[in-house]
T-cell receptor, first 115, second 111 residues
Framework: GAGVSQSPRYKVAKRGQDVALRCDPISGHVSLFWYQQALGQGPEFLTYFQNEAQLDKSGLPSDRFFAERPEGSVSTLKIQRTQQEDSAVYLC?????????????FGQGTRLTVV | DQQVKQNSPSLSVQEGRISILNCDYTNSMFDYFLWYKKYPAEGPTFLISISSIKDKNEDGRFTVFLNKSAKHLSLHIVPSQPGDSAVYFCAAFLVGNQFYFGTGTSLTVIP
């Protein structure tokens, strides 16, 4: 399909393990966002890319979280030394334009469970 | 600090009647407001948006109203259908910044 694709859909990690979550945005989309959604909550902003540039990472909860988008397309969110509080759905969204484009398309998310 | 708030976690409406979902925000500088619909195990899907310079936007059965003086927006669905049953998220966007989401309202449309 032509939508935002995230993998894996589900990930179970042992506490202390490193994980990498992948996002394939819609082809040609300039902007890419990562969100964290805890159970019963709305999505919380993590970080924003415009092409390959990470313009805002103010939402990353700790230095264990790292995101990259080296070629301005696929993005990876990496969480090092996972903790139980990292358990959440991680959503990726992309939009065609840069600032001011209002419609962001979301992937299905990756549900991370840290045990 | 919750900049976008949805104070009703759930709402039940009879099929064919109007559904009204409410959202309040705190930052008067927001440029756009959006509603997203989310089914279980899926990502949010864009539904409708409104610019801060407008007070109403309509798209088929969906209408969003913006009251800037009250910092309040609402989504009206008329007539409501069982397929509308989902979680609805209100979001606000500040140009040059990020989306802020509310905590969602779970709508159940009863056949």
């Amino acid at each position: 399909g032509a939508g935002v694709s995230q993998s894996p859909r589900y990930k179970v990690a042992k506490r202390g393990q490193d994980v990498a979550l992948r996002c394939d945005p819609i082809s040609g989309h300039v902007s890419l966002f990562w969100y964290q959604q805890a159970l019963g909550q709305g999505p919380e902003f993590l970080t924003y890319f415009q092409n390959e540039a990470q313009l805002d990472k103010s939402g990353l909860p700790s230095d264990r979280f790292f995101a990259e988008r080296p070629e301005g397309s696929v993005s990876t969110l990496k969480i090092q030394r996972t903790q139980q509080e990292d358990s959440a759905v991680y959503l990726c969204a992309s939009s065609l334009g840069s600032f001011g484009n209002t419609e962001a398309f979301f992937g299905q998310g990756t549900r991370l469970t840290v045990v | 600090d919750q900049q976008v708030k949805q104070n009703s976690p759930s709402l039940s409406v009879q099929e064919g009647r109007i559904s009204i979902l409410n959202c309040d925000y705190t930052n008067s500088m927001f440029d756009y407001f959006l509603w997203y619909k989310k089914y279980p195990a899926e990502g949010p899907t864009f539904l409708i948006s409104i610019s801060s310079i407008k007070d109403k936007n309509e798209d088929g059965r969906f209408t969003v109203f913006l009251n800037k003086s009250a910092k309040h927006l609402s989504l009206h669905i008329v007539p409501s259908q069982p397929g509308d049953s989902a979680v609805y998220f209100c979001a606000a966007f500040l140009v040059g910044n990020q989306f802020y989401f509310g905590t969602g309202t779970s709508l159940t449309v009863i056949p």
